[in-house]
């Protein structure tokens, strides 16, 4: 048997003492399900460690101390100001959140919890200013000309002679990315710049700006005392960031670097990979409206990192959630994203689908449909739950060919049917009052093949006389789903057309 992936990552890492698992995102824009792949990649195996028995603790650093590196579709003009700031003090795009980088981690965050994925949380602006950075920056500022020999080394390019690890924020236009290092006071812990904007000044090394990123990275991970971290594949190149921080870390903080686990991105079927900067997204609350978190979790942890997925909101999301629901999938992936000891959902999320168009946010006809299916019932608040998913699913992402509305009236393209099936419909009303879902579609087969007819066409007569068109949902489960002296007069009313 196929160990799962995470199983793998838990058994390198358990038998080398208290582990801690780190993530991190930047939070310049909405917060989506491809970066869910890196916290998801993170928490699996650091559930698969304490399933082992193994000492760990799972952390997020957000990295809401990173600059605004452009203007992204999403904001407004007036935004074009703030570029090169640090997210953490630029205002909130909407002005309902402490800052723009809160705007956007504090969904992410609710989401978390909604996904049972607790780490314990670190903001990198207060990790700054609070002084943790402070020997790592004296450091970095001392071994300058080490920190650039390797980036030349590992990267193959030479950073310029005014180069510093460290970017100061101008104290009057607030930017990072205009500013130059002058000199720096280990004792003051402060460093002095100049900025493009024309001001000089001192800042101090708690909060007054921050190291590089690929100095920052390695810098954090004695501070946290980090053994494994995942990340995207961009990182992963050679000569890229993980490979110049391997090299920092180790020889200018004397740490040895965090395992590995490299992750490719989560492409949107036919758009490609998602990405903040661009506006392709799927945010994980939008996720959280159509499906449960528990096939959330199940979309991200049955793949191996390495592979990239290819997510459909369209029809191959109700095969997911079905396939977590029915437990077909991978057994170890399933358990590792379940979520508390819920039993098993038992009606298909393509039957609430049907359910719920049938019912038309009406609750109770939703339960009573649900019931005549054949389907347990007590579970209510859960059912509801399941179909406000179904309804967001219907508005969102839909084909056409899914969405349909029992007619009030007998549709009028029953006329044009032929006569063996409208014999076939009249057959079919007198037995159907007391058949079960499977019955019923059995029956229809039956019927067709005793009369000669092409059962599609046969199908396509039972959906034009309830729905007006030739295709529907699985037929016997739509039509138990229905009142049943509704279908049976229905199904006369079509006979006599």
């Not at 990173?66 to 640090?86: A, I, M, N, Q, T």
């Not at 903001?123 to 200013?129: F, H």
């Not at 967001?392 to 006329?415: G, M, T």
Request: charged fraction near 25%; charge should be negative.
């Amino acid at each position: 048997m196929t160990i799962h992936w995470a199983d793998v990552a838990a058994e390198r890492l358990a038998d080398r003492g208290p582990q801690t698992l780190a993530t991190g995102i930047t939070p310049s824009g909405p917060v989506h399900i491809g970066n869910m792949r890196e916290v998801m990649t993170a928490e699996a195996i650091y559930r698969a460690l304490l399933d082992r028995g193994a000492e760990a603790r799972l952390i997020y650093i957000a990295d809401n101390f990173d600059r605004l590196r452009r203007l992204y579709p999403f904001l407004p003009k007036s935004f074009e100001e703030h570029v090169g700031k640090p997210l953490s003090e630029i205002p909130c795009p909407e002005g309902c959140c402490a800052s723009y980088a809160e705007h956007f981690l504090q969904p992410f965050l609710e989401s978390l919890q909604q996904l049972d994925i607790l780490p314990e949380v670190f903001r990198a602006d207060q990790l700054y200013k609070e002084g943790l950075f402070v020997d790592a920056i004296k450091t970095a500022l001392l071994r300058r000309d080490d920190i650039a020999r390797i980036l030349k080394e590992v990267s193959g390019r030479e950073v310029p002679s005014h180069w510093s690890p460290f970017d100061a924020i101008c104290k009057d236009c607030g930017r990072t990315n205009t500013t130059r290092v002058a000199g720096f006071d280990l004792d003051r812990e402060t460093v002095d710049y100049v900025c493009s904007c024309g001001y000089s000044g001192t800042a101090s090394m708690r909060g007054g700006g921050k190291l590089v990123w690929r100095v920052d990275w390695p810098a954090r991970w004695p501070l946290l005392h980090v053994t494994m971290e995942p990340f995207g594949k961009d990182h992963a190149t050679s000569g890229g960031s993980y490979d110049t921080g391997k090299r920092i870390s180790e020889e200018i903080y004397g740490y040895p670097a965090p395992h590995p686990v490299i992750y490719e991105w989560i492409h949107l079927k036919g758009k490609g990979a998602m990405h903040s900067s661009t506006g392709l997204v799927v945010t994980i609350r939008e996720m959280l409206d159509v499906v449960p978190p528990e096939v959330l979790r199940y979309l991200i942890i049955r793949t191996k990192p390495e592979k990239h997925i290819e997510f459909d909101p369209g029809l191959p999301l109700l095969t997911l959630a079905d396939e977590y629901d029915q437990r077909t999938g991978d057994s170890r992936a399933l358990e590792l994203s379940a979520i508390g000891e819920a039993e098993p959902f038992q009606i298909p999320f393509r039957h609430m689908v049907t359910a719920a168009q049938i019912a038309r946010g009406d609750d109770e006809q939703l339960i009573k449909a649900l019931e005549r299916s054949g389907y347990e019932i007590s579970r209510r608040e859960e059912i509801l739950g399941r179909a406000r998913n179904a309804e967001v699913w219907l508005a969102r992402y839909a084909p056409p060919n899914v969405r349909f509305q029992v007619q009030e009236d007998l549709p009028s393209a029953v006329k044009n049917l032929g006569p063996d099936e409208k014999e076939g419909l009249r057959i079919l009303s007198g037995r159907i009052s007391e058949l079960d879902a499977q019955s019923i579609h059995d029956d229809i087969y039956a019927v067709a093949k005793d009369l000669g007819l092409d059962p599609k066409r046969f199908f396509q007569a039972i959906y034009l006389a309830f729905l007006g068109q030739r295709q529907g949902p699985k037929a016997g489960w739509f039509l138990a789903s229905l009142d049943r002296e509704f279908v049976v007069r229905r199904l006369d009313e079509a006979a006599r057309g």
